[in-house]
């Protein structure tokens, strides 16, 4: 009988184990935001009043990186310009920074004060970039506002660029009570057309733009007009009440679809299971589950090591083999068109 009980243990007591290696790789660090390096396996992350860290190595080793960024600064959002990479920007509560030299020092947009939660290039024109509710259109050395919707600038815009085509830009609010409402621009940010609510992040295919992936609290939609009609995508995906989810495509293979289901357990804490589908989301599969046990603030794929995805918490950084996936194709500049995070064995 003793057998039993132990097999009892062991099949009802005593957690599954995990599908997928996970590894911690950094401690106790509140996390933000993720941006990887469009031509090096160069990771950043940015944090809450801990500044900016680099990784040439999955996070094994970090160097501190944000010389002239004010020492409690919220880094909300890091942007490289992919034909420049020593050119960056960085969002914060405190404006927006600039760096010419990969990151070793940076210095304010003496025009931005106002909270910057995110910054992007130009997929065409590098020297277009959107910060927020603002715009250059030279490299960064003047900026002017464009004419978001007065209730998302107000709150506060997050914004997605389309990573292969200039000027299609999409914006959500940030803060507030109300469901979340997106927009779209096809001319750089002149004008808006609302198309779709309820979706607070989208993931964008980087071969095929005009399918996006919006994460919400009903599950994850799908689009396969630029946003125009929306369809649930939920299959063999489990959706507790009160829970949220998240989105993010593989840079290599755009079929490959990753959607994170999250519960709260009070305060940061969280359970979020992760799920994959190898059909561009008509069908999912558990993956594994977020060892972290808090709520995922970021998370990316290196389109150079797109063997591994790091997730960033309010408690640190995790790093986990992903199962291997077959190249879509050899497209390097449409990799680099990619914002999310990959590495070579050996680097």
């Given at each position: 009988m003793k057998w039993m009980s132990l097999l009892f243990l062991i099949i009802f007591i005593m957690p599954p184990a995990s599908a997928l290696k996970w590894k911690q790789i950094m401690l106790n660090c509140p996390i933000e935001c993720i941006a990887m390096h469009p031509t090096k396996p160069i990771i950043f992350i940015g944090t809450i009043n801990h500044g900016i860290y680099k990784t040439t190595d999955r996070g094994k080793t970090w160097s501190r990186t944000d010389n002239g960024i004010h020492q409690l600064a919220w880094i909300y959002s890091i942007a490289i310009n992919p034909k420049d990479p020593n050119q960056m920007f960085v969002g914060t509560e405190l404006g927006l920074y600039k760096s010419t030299d990969g990151g070793e020092s940076w210095t304010p947009v003496k025009e931005i004060r106002r909270t910057i939660f995110s910054v992007h290039f130009d997929a065409v024109n590098p020297k277009i970039i959107y910060a927020g509710p603002y715009k250059s259109t030279d490299g960064g050395k003047?900026?002017?506002?464009?004419?978001?919707?007065?209730?998302?600038?107000?709150?506060?815009?997050?914004?997605?660029?389309?990573?292969?085509?200039?000027?299609?830009?999409?914006?959500?609010?940030?803060?507030?009570?109300?469901?979340?409402?997106?927009?779209?621009?096809?001319?750089?940010?002149?004008?808006?057309?609302?198309?779709?609510?309820?979706?607070?992040?989208?993931?964008?295919?980087?071969?095929?733009?005009?399918?996006?992936?919006?994460?919400?609290?009903?599950?994850?939609?799908?689009?396969?007009?630029g946003g125009e009609s929306w369809k649930?995508?939920?299959?063999?995906?489990?959706?507790?009440?009160?829970?949220?989810?998240?989105?993010?495509?593989?840079?290599?293979?755009?079929?490959?679809?990753?959607?994170?289901?999250?519960?709260?357990?009070?305060?940061?804490?969280?359970?979020t299971n992760i799920y994959i589908s190898d059909n561009g989301g008509e069908e999912w599969r558990f993956l594994d589950e977020f060892p972290g046990g808090k709520s995922i603030r970021c998370y990316g794929i290196h389109p150079l090591d797109p063997d591994y995805l790091y997730i960033g918490t309010r408690k640190g950084a995790w790093r986990c083999k992903l199962p291997s996936v077959k190249p879509y194709s050899v497209d390097i500049e449409g990799k680099r068109l990619v914002t999310w995070g990959r590495i070579k064995e050996g680097w």
């Amino acid at each position: 009988m003793k057998w039993m009980s132990l097999l009892f243990l062991i099949i009802f007591i005593m957690p599954p184990a995990s599908a997928l290696k996970w590894k911690q790789i950094m401690l106790n660090c509140p996390i933000e935001c993720i941006a990887m390096h469009p031509t090096k396996p160069i990771i950043f992350i940015g944090t809450i009043n801990h500044g900016i860290y680099k990784t040439t190595d999955r996070g094994k080793t970090w160097s501190r990186t944000d010389n002239g960024i004010h020492q409690l600064a919220w880094i909300y959002s890091i942007a490289i310009n992919p034909k420049d990479p020593n050119q960056m920007f960085v969002g914060t509560e405190l404006g927006l920074y600039k760096s010419t030299d990969g990151g070793e020092s940076w210095t304010p947009v003496k025009e931005i004060r106002r909270t910057i939660f995110s910054v992007h290039f130009d997929a065409v024109n590098p020297k277009i970039i959107y910060a927020g509710p603002y715009k250059s259109t030279d490299g960064g050395k003047s900026w002017k506002e464009m004419n978001i919707p007065p209730k998302i600038k107000r709150k506060g815009p997050l914004l997605f660029v389309d990573p292969r085509r200039s000027g299609i830009l999409y914006v959500r609010r940030v803060i507030g009570l109300e469901p979340p409402e997106l927009y779209k621009s096809t001319d750089g940010g002149e004008s808006w057309r609302k198309i779709g609510e309820g979706i607070f992040h989208i993931s964008i295919d980087p071969f095929h733009p005009d399918i996006l992936y919006g994460a919400s609290w009903q599950g994850i939609y799908k689009s396969t007009d630029g946003g125009e009609s929306w369809k649930l995508i939920r299959k063999g995906m489990e959706l507790p009440p009160g829970a949220w989810t998240d989105v993010l495509v593989n840079p290599i293979n755009p079929n490959v679809i990753y959607g994170m289901v999250s519960k709260s357990l009070g305060g940061i804490n969280a359970v979020t299971n992760i799920y994959i589908s190898d059909n561009g989301g008509e069908e999912w599969r558990f993956l594994d589950e977020f060892p972290g046990g808090k709520s995922i603030r970021c998370y990316g794929i290196h389109p150079l090591d797109p063997d591994y995805l790091y997730i960033g918490t309010r408690k640190g950084a995790w790093r986990c083999k992903l199962p291997s996936v077959k190249p879509y194709s050899v497209d390097i500049e449409g990799k680099r068109l990619v914002t999310w995070g990959r590495i070579k064995e050996g680097w």
